[in-house]
């Protein structure tokens, strides 16, 4: 069956994506993000609300890293979502990820994720109390 959404701006089905980043101290962090997606050919933007521990770091940090959750990870992209880097600062440990620093730029690689794009953020705009960051490669 056909339905007609009118001009919405639909992604369906979304992605969910693994966002990465490394604090201050350059301990990992991930969460799993529904905002984002592809804004330009060599960009994607997400949406993070400012609570989260992953957007501290990036403002921070200025990187991170987008990866796509798979049917193998669910538990552990699930438990990333869910649970907050300002509360549990061992997230990556407990799920039981193995972390590679990235080459390009200072961001976490989680080798059991395997759809990866690692990133410095470009553009960042600050709403009440949510950000706007477009990654670049």
Not at 28 to 50: F, H, K, L, R, Y
Request: hydrophobic letters at 40%.
């Amino acid at each position: 069956m056909r339905k007609n959404f009118g001009a919405k701006a639909i992604l369906y089905p979304m992605p969910v994506l693994i966002i990465g980043t490394y604090d201050e101290y350059g301990k990992p962090n991930a969460m799993n993000a529904a905002w984002g997606g592809i804004s330009e050919e060599t960009q994607i933007s997400i949406c993070v609300d400012d609570g989260h521990k992953t957007a501290k770091n990036v403002v921070k940090t200025g990187a991170f890293t987008v990866s796509i959750a798979d049917v193998e990870n669910v538990v552990a992209c699930d438990y990333v979502g869910i649970v907050s880097g300002n509360k549990e600062p061992d997230k990556i440990k407990k799920v039981g990820w193995h972390v590679t620093k990235s080459e390009f730029v200072n961001t976490p690689l989680f080798k059991k994720l395997i759809v990866l794009t690692v990133s410095f953020f470009f553009y960042t705009q600050k709403f009440e109390r949510w950000w706007s960051m477009c990654r670049k490669r």
